[in-house]
C-alpha cells in the first residue's frame, strides 16, 4: 500500500472489531457481530497492489452528499456552513471500505485537528439503511462524550426524537466508542464498537478478509435480519419522515 506519513497516530491502519446493539424498551433485544474497519487520513487514502483493490476501495461517493467531491474539500464545506475551520489540519477518518464493489457504513467518524494538531472536533456521519445519511457535529468534553440532538429516522423502531450521548475517544491502540440513545428520560438503546488496532499491511488485510468474508454486506445484512426479527415479535414501526439535506452537503 501507498504509505503515509502523518503526524501522530500512523495511517493507515485495520481495527479488528466487535459490534454490539443492545435495546431495553419497549423489548429487550442485543446481538453482536465481528467485523474489520479502517483508520485513514482523508489526504492520503490507502491504495492496493492492484490484484487487492477489489478488497478495499474508498469512494468519495459513499460519503457526504455522494457527488464524488474528494473528502477533504466535502469536509470541509460541512465544517464552513457550521463556522468550523480547520486551515488544513490532519483529519482521520475511520469506516468501512468498499468490499468487492459493495459498502455499508452505519458509523463514520472523522476526527478533526487544526494546523497545530489540536482536536477541534469529531463529525459523526449516521447511514441508514433507506439510503440517507446525516452528519452531526460533536465537540467531545475530556472524557470524550458529547451529545446532539437526534435528527435522522434509522431504526424502523424509534421516532425521529430525543438525543445522541457519544462517547468518541481518538483511536490508539484500541478502539471504543458508544452511542446512546435518549428519550423520555431513558437510555433505550445502546450500540459500542470495540476494537484492536493492526498494522495495514497487506498480509493483515488478506487474513482480515478470510476472517470476515463481504464483511460490510454482513453488517447490513445482520441489521436487516435483527429488524426483521423484532419486526416478528410485533414491534410497532415508527413512520419515516422525509429527510431534509443539511446544509453545506450539497
Not at 446532539?148 to 466508542?177: C, N, Q
Request: charged content about 25%; proline content about 10%; glycine content about 6%.
Amino acid at each position: 500500500m501507498r504509505p503515509a506519513r502523518p503526524r501522530g497516530t500512523a495511517t493507515p491502519a485495520l481495527y479488528e472489531c466487535v459490534v454490539a446493539h443492545a435495546r431495553t424498551r419497549p423489548v429487550r433485544h442485543a446481538f453482536r457481530f465481528r467485523t474489520y474497519m479502517w483508520l485513514v487520513d482523508v489526504d492520503r487514502l490507502p491504495v492496493l497492489p492492484r490484484p487487492l483493490r477489489a478488497l478495499a476501495r474508498f469512494d468519495p461517493r459513499d460519503h457526504f452528499a455522494g457527488t464524488g467531491e474528494p473528502l477533504r474539500p466535502a469536509l470541509e464545506r460541512y465544517l464552513a456552513a457550521r463556522g468550523v475551520r480547520l486551515d488544513g489540519g490532519r483529519v482521520l477518518m475511520l469506516a468501512h471500505a468498499r468490499v468487492l464493489g459493495y459498502v455499508f457504513n452505519p458509523l463514520t467518524l472523522y476526527w478533526c485537528h487544526d494546523r497545530a494538531g489540536a482536536p477541534v472536533c469529531v463529525v459523526a456521519e449516521v447511514h441508514n439503511t433507506y439510503g440517507e445519511r446525516h452528519c452531526y457535529l460533536l465537540r467531545p468534553d475530556p472524557a470524550g462524550w458529547a451529545r446532539v440532538p437526534k435528527e435522522l429516522y434509522v431504526s424502523p423502531f424509534f421516532p425521529v426524537d430525543g438525543a445522541y450521548r457519544m462517547r468518541v475517544p481518538a483511536p490508539g491502540r484500541r478502539l471504543a466508542v458508544t452511542v446512546r440513545l435518549e428519550r423520555e428520560g431513558a437510555a433505550p438503546f445502546t450500540a459500542t464498537l470495540r476494537g484492536e488496532r493492526r498494522p495495514a499491511t497487506v498480509p493483515s488485510l488478506v487474513a482480515a478478509a478470510v476472517r470476515h468474508p463481504l464483511s460490510t454486506l454482513a453488517v447490513s445484512a445482520a441489521i436487516r435480519l435483527h429488524g426483521l426479527r423484532l419486526y416478528l415479535r410485533r414491534l410497532p414501526v415508527q413512520p419515516r419522515p422525509a429527510h431534509t439535506r443539511q446544509e453545506g452537503m450539497s
